[in-house]
């Protein structure tokens, strides 16, 4: 796989004595921001209420004869 004109700089400007970027970075991979919860019971029973709700127009419809 072939490097970045922007990394060949980088890797360039590191071999001739300058300051190099990529170690000021901070990796942000390992902390997770939000947090997680687990649902109740009654939205769990909202949720399957709703996803298997009984449509009452469209494709489901039965047609009279």
Do not use: C, P, Y
């Amino acid at each position: 796989m072939s490097k970045s004109k922007a990394k060949k700089q980088r890797q360039h400007a590191r071999r001739n004595g300058a300051f190099d970027a990529e170690m000021k970075r901070v990796t942000q991979a390992d902390i997770s921001t939000h947090v997680r919860k687990t649902k109740t019971k009654k939205e769990k029973l909202d949720q399957m209420r709703s996803k298997h709700k009984q449509s009452t127009s469209g494709w489901r419809v039965e047609k009279a004869a």
